[in-house]
């Protein structure tokens, strides 16, 4: 077995125990659901929810359930096909840290909009810079510019499905080209109201040149024009106005001649105040000599302003 294989297996280990303690506490939930059913007094009901005379025969008043927020919104890399609803307006305010083998550590700072256009359409923008070097080739360049749609929603085994067409456009420094990013999303329920599976497969052609080249590096062969990747995890939202996820992360080099990196990303955001939340992503790489950061951890603050 060659090390990439072995690079593989933590990788698999770690989403079946991920996926094994999201299933948990939404299997006890669903269990207690379906427990015995049991019943309550008129008198043991709040004022508003007694039954109201209107004639020989008698209504009870019932508030309408809460719509449940599906949309997948922290700062970390797994997506559901859900848009945002029509006029719900999303500011992200994202820092990241990262930490490389070789290389110093990286403090960035990303500013993401959301927004519900119309029905299953929500426009994508996002911008972003490396901290204390401006000097870095594509710092300040729009990386997102683009479209979520989504064409389908869940029909029984048939997942919902979306697709994120997106482009970078080059407003930073000593930036070039436009790279396109073609996204496909699919979601399927798992445990209704309490876990999904997302599978997030991606294809970018690079069109610019923004990487920083090392002259000593002799072994260098140049960027790739093409990379691909995906995502498989599970969100779990067993817990009232928090959202857990677990995904396993699969991405070409940026470089040619490298091999691709895998990775364990968790992440979670809770809705701590009515339009408010706070989000947490930590990533790690499960190759050993990543060409890439070996570990980021990511904090946002989304604002969500409702325009409609």
Known sequence: MNRQNLARIPGVAVMAVAIGLFFAPAGMALAYDTGPAHFVLDSDLPLTAHAQETGPETTAET????????????????????????????????????????????????????????????????????????????????????????????????????MRNQVRLPTGYHSSGVDYTARGLFTWTLVPDASRLHFNPFATSINGNNYEEDDEDEDFDGIRRFRWGAALGVDCTAVEDVI???????????????????????????????????????EFSLDGDTSGPDFVARISYIWEIKTR
């Open 63 to 162: 508030a309408p359930a809460e719509e449940l927020d599906l949309v997948l919104s922290g700062p970390y890399f797994l997506r559901s096909a859900d848009p945002e609803p029509v006029g719900v307006l999303e500011l992200k305010f994202i820092y990241a840290f990262e930490t490389y083998d070789e290389d110093s550590d990286e403090h960035e700072f990303e500013f993401e909009l959301e927004w519900g256009m119309m029905e299953n359409i929500e426009l994508l923008f996002a911008t972003g810079a490396v901290l204390g070097d401006g000097l870095v080739e594509g710092n300040g360049d729009i990386t997102v510019f683009g479209f979520h749609t989504r064409f389908w929603e869940e029909d029984g085994w048939i997942p919902a499905f979306a």
């Open 244 to 282: 857990f996820t677990a995904a396993y992360k699969v991405q070409s080099s940026e470089l040619k001649g490298n091999r691709d990196n895998h990775s364990m990303e968790l992440g979670m955001e809770w809705e701590f105040a009515e339009d408010h939340e706070l989000g947490l992503a930590w």
